[in-house]
């Protein structure tokens, strides 16, 4: 059975701070790939980034990072400078050797003016 | 450019009445899959299909109904609805599930379903 846990349920932070989403994960697949999501106001899930358990590279988009540490299994994600648009639910999730994306409880990330 | 297409997007349902979401994709995606959305739980996987003729349940099956005539439709049937269904529903599809393709997943924009 696969988990993702996302232990932070709210988040607020005025704008041009810095946020930090954490997830944790566990499985037993040695290859599976991790996934984050933005749910905005309007509810459609917007694909944000897909990493492999064999890219342990952190990465950069924009203001967006992430950080994939197979030791600890954990998978964070930072929002640097965030703005108002930030705001939303942040969902991180696994899919592994089946069929099926597990998803954590989500993360609700308001931003501030 | 549809990608994956739900109906309807809002619905008032009655305990006992039954329906059908409907999801449609263009991608010719062999992966279909349905998910329910609550507060505090995420995404839950209900049913999902690899193929035309071919399902299998997920996470929260019960109450459910799903068929895959073809490789484009993947209804989702309420059966008897009930209070507990009330939920977002978001159907979704991909080239391949298998995670060995790491293919991108596309979401439907959701369909609110609410049962009094």
């Known amino acids: 059975a696969q988990k993702v846990t996302q232990a932070q349920t709210e988040i607020s932070v005025v704008e041009k701070e810095d946020v930090t989403l954490d997830c944790v994960y566990e499985?037993?697949?040695?290859?599976?790939?991790l996934f984050w999501y933005k749910q905005p106001p309007s509810g459609e899930l917007v694909f944000l980034i897909r990493?492999?358990?064999?890219?342990?590279q952190n990465e950069i988009s924009g203001r967006y990072s992430w950080n994939f540490q197979k030791s600890t299994s954990s998978f964070n994600f930072t929002i640097t400078a965030s703005q108002v648009v930030d705001s939303a639910v942040y969902f991180c999730?696994?899919?592994?050797?089946?069929?099926?994306?597990?998803f954590g409880a989500g993360t609700t990330v308001t931003v501030r003016a | 450019n549809a990608g994956v297409t739900q109906t309807p997007k809002f619905q008032v349902l009655k305990t006992g009445q039954s329906m059908t979401l409907q999801c449609a994709q263009d991608?010719?995606?062999?992966?279909m899959s349905w998910y329910r959305q609550d507060p505090g739980m995420g995404l839950r996987l209900i049913h999902y299909s690899v193929g035309a003729g071919i399902t299998d349940q997920g996470e929260v099956p019960n109450g459910y109904n799903v068929s895959r005539s073809t490789t484009e439709d993947f209804p989702l049937r309420l059966l008897s609805a009930a209070p507990s269904q009330t939920s977002v529903y978001f159907c979704?599809?991909?080239?391949?599930?298998?995670?060995?393709?790491?293919?991108?997943?596309?979401f439907g924009e959701g369909s609110w379903l609410t049962v009094v």
């Open positions: 991608m010719n995606h062999e992966y």
């Open positions: 999730a696994l899919s592994g050797n089946d069929y099926k994306l597990s």
């Open positions: 979704a599809s991909s080239y391949s599930g298998q995670v060995f393709s790491g293919n991108t997943i596309y």
């Open positions: 499985t037993r697949d040695t290859t599976y790939y």
């Open positions: 990493r492999n358990s064999f890219d342990e």
